[in-house]
Nanobody
Framework: QVQLVESGGGLVQAGGSLRLSCAAS????????MNWYRQAPGKQRELVAV???????NYADSVKGRFTISRDNAKNTVYLQMNSLKPEDTAVYYC??????????WGQGTQVTVSS
């Protein structure tokens, strides 16, 4: 069974930085693509960053140039470094991996609030 646990969220002023962590259980972490999503109240969930098993990354246009996703396979952990934060980044951030169509794993989420 795969479990994902996010941490690192909090309250920060606009222009500040946070680093989110997602610790994953299981032995298949290194071969799976890992994703960060976010969801603000009243809005649909948004995919913000992706990192493949080979280390390739992709970002939503809204965070490109400000956020960086990385992974440490030895620690079974994926990170999201968030710089130059804006109030529009306020959301619950979720770590996700979907190794198979019938296996879709999510963390509990961590709140990020950016004040103006």
């Amino acid at each position: 069974q795969v479990q994902l646990v996010e941490s690192g969220g909090g309250l920060v002023q606009a222009g500040g930085s946070l680093r989110l962590s997602c610790a994953a259980s299981g032995s298949i972490f290194s071969i799976n693509t890992m994703n960060w999503y976010r969801q603000a109240p009243g809005k649909q969930r948004e995919l913000v960053a992706v990192i493949t098993s080979g280390g390739s990354t992709n970002y939503a246009d809204s965070v490109k140039g400000r956020f960086t996703i990385s992974r440490d396979n030895a620690k079974n952990t994926v990170y999201l470094q968030m710089n130059s934060l804006k109030p529009e980044d306020t959301a619950v951030y979720y770590c996700n991996t979907r190794p198979h169509i019938w296996q879709d794993y999510w963390g509990q989420g961590t709140q990020v609030t950016v004040s103006s």
